[in-house]
């Protein structure tokens, strides 16, 4: 039958000859070969902790929440990074802003507590999709590796980003 | 024996243990430096400059690690297994010579702990008792695995043993002699045994890849197959010994290979080196000939190892009893007709 690709190749398998059979000059082909690796070949290993490579544009690492241009925090508590995280992992408590501290929430409500745990995480990005006030972003690093589990539930204290230098 | 003799020898009986322990604990070093060379990686570089500290690290971890017993297996034949790999594995060295006689004191001093007139008969021994420790392990391990992997490393290696003595018969009818002493004498300056026995140097070395249970005939270690091969049981040092064996088993045989055929201590030039450097200086770098040969033959190990896919086991029955002995027996005809008509 006409193959409809036309990539059909016939194979026909002929014993091997006298020098295919004592295997030596394949062997010597190989070794060449592999000789050629070791010399001349340059390693291709990235030499981690010291040496990082640069991530690609849309590399989704760990969170941070954002502040304003003011050095305000953006989010408001609204719950909708908690709503649309398919892995369940991010819990907050909303608290209201109280005079004198318009200079640290940009909205009236807050979040007072804010928590990722990186172990439920899957770094899919819908929380940042979902945000309203463009408050998350997951533009930082590899979260690190740790030992016990209650390490890796971020608080605050992790995610938000450093203030602004007055 | 006066008692000069007897220090000397116990020197060099207590050196070459020594340098055989720590050649095979670098060659583990070596082995994964070099297949990351080879693979264009890195290699362990985190145990001090470069990684060289890996081995210790490797060693005390097997030394620490929780040493298992099956219950259903022979407890006494389960401990006697990796003990018997690793003895056979550091008393073959015993009749290789390291180097030319060297004179102190106006005497003269052998660099060979023993020239037994049947040396190379007593590696022969030595090497099928090797068979033995992996034998017994597996078997002794009380698990089919174990034991399938033994029964595979038993029958490989009495099948290339058959071939290996056969190469050898050719190389004695060139010369005459079972002493490793002799043999390496004769070889004197460029004269090496490689150049009269080409096709016995190439069963030798093959063979020699079988006993060794190296890649690409290192089928008796197989974790697709057997699990694990016959050390499967195996945990903490023991595992350790199996493995060191391994690798002093390298060692050995690489030596054997540079005594038998690549002309032991002898170079191009040893006379001019001889006249003019005197009689402790020129045997010393006939040692250190040697050793660079012998570190060669380990490098060629690792990188054939590197490089080849191992055989299916038909194939390697197949190859031993098919190819190389049938060659075996027409390179010793060849070699009597040589000596015959030629020589």
Known sequence: MESLSNKRKVIESKPLNFWERIYLPAIAKGLSITLKHFLFKKDVTVRYPEQKREFSENFRGMHSLKRDENGKERCTACGLCALSCPAEAITMIAAERQPGEEHLYRE??????????????????????????????????????????????????????????? | ??????????????????????????????????????????????????????????????????????????????????????????????????????????????????????????????????????????????????????????????????????????LLMVRNTLSLKEIAEQQHGWHWNVLYQPLGFILFIVCAFAETNRSPFDLPECETELVGGYHTEYSSMKLGFYLFAEYINMFVSSAVMVTLYWGSYNYPGMDWVAAHLGTVAAPLIGTVVVFAKIFLFIFFFMWVRWTIPRFRYDQLMDLGWKGLIPLAIANIIGTGLWITFVK
Request: overall charge negative.
């Open chain 2, 1 to 170: 024996m006066e008692t000069g003799e007897i220090i000397i020898r116990l020197v060099l009986i207590v050196v070459i243990f020594l340098i055989s322990l720590v050649v095979a604990m670098y060659s583990t070093y070596a082995e994964r430096k070099i297949a990351a060379f080879f693979q264009d990686r890195v290699g362990p570089n985190r145990a001090g400059p470069a990684g060289i500290f890996q081995p210790l690290a490797d060693g005390a971890k097997m030394f620490l690690k929780e040493e298992i017993i099956p219950t259903n297996s022979s407890k006494f034949l389960f401990i006697v297994g990796p003990s018997l790999a690793i003895m056979t594995a550091c008393i073959g060295s015993a009749v290789i010579p390291w180097g030319q006689q060297i004179q102190i004191g106006g005497k003269l001093y052998d660099l060979q702990v023993t020239d037994i007139n049947v040396g190379l008969l007593y590696i022969f021994g030595v090497v099928s008792l090797g068979v033995y420790g992996i034998m017994i392990g597996g078997w002794a391990s009380n698990n089919k695995y174990s034991l399938l992997g033994a029964i595979r490393a038993a029958s490989q290696n009495i099948s290339y043993e058959i071939a290996m003595g056969l190469s050898i018969i050719a």
């Open chain 1, 108 to 166: 009236e409500k807050y979040a007072a507590v804010y928590e990722i745990n990186m172990l439920r995480c899957i770094f899919c990005g819908l929380c940042e999709e979902a945000c309203p006030k463009e408050a998350i972003y997951l533009d930082g690093d590899i979260v690190p590796a740790d030992y016990l589990r209650k390490d890796f539930i971020y608080g605050k204290d992790k995610l938000v980003e450093a203030p602004l230098n007055q």
